[in-house]
């Protein structure tokens, strides 16, 4: 077992963890956290992305103790449905919401790109969301709602 210390959300934990563990499995088995999903355990297809001091990382393939000492959020951060996000309220807005099974990862890989891109471009958006896989194919929608919320802040 190995002990480790990090911060979720805003909120610390301790816990002790397998070495072989996971940070998805972390996030969702032990904290609780079921925004974070898991899709194809590889890498590929960014529905299991979390922000990691700041950057999106994949939790499928962070171990657990890499987590040690690093400030995690997940999309409850956020808001909720009484007081929603600037950019959840966009991504509703646009419709970009359908299935939902990719949206908390999309939404922290646009909260990264609006957070480190004053005034982000097609481009800059098309690049940052090649990491999540929308099986509905929402991708214009996503596009447009970050465009609208990076438009309302400058």
């Not at 004053?118 to 509905?136: A, G, H, K, M």
Request: hydrophobic share 35%.
């Amino acid at each position: 077992m190995i002990n480790i210390s990090l911060r979720v959300n805003g909120r610390n934990y301790e816990l002790n963890i397998e070495g072989n563990e996971r940070l998805i499995d972390v996030l969702r088995d032990r904290l609780g956290f079921k925004s974070v999903k898991e899709g194809c355990g590889s890498g590929d297809c960014g529905l299991c992305i979390v922000l990691m001091n700041g950057k999106p990382v994949h939790s499928c393939m962070v171990m657990g103790f890499q987590a040690r000492e690093k400030e995690i959020t997940t999309v409850e951060h956020l808001g909720d449905e009484d007081n929603l996000h600037p950019i959840q309220k966009a991504f509703t807005d646009v419709g970009a919401v359908q299935c939902g099974y990719c949206i908390p990862a999309a939404i922290l890989v646009s909260k990264h790109i609006l957070e480190n891109h004053e005034n982000p471009t097609q481009n800059d958006i098309r690049w940052f969301l090649r990491s999540v896989l929308c099986r509905c194919g929402s991708y214009l929608r996503f596009e447009k709602a970050i465009y609208e919320v990076s438009q309302q802040v400058r």
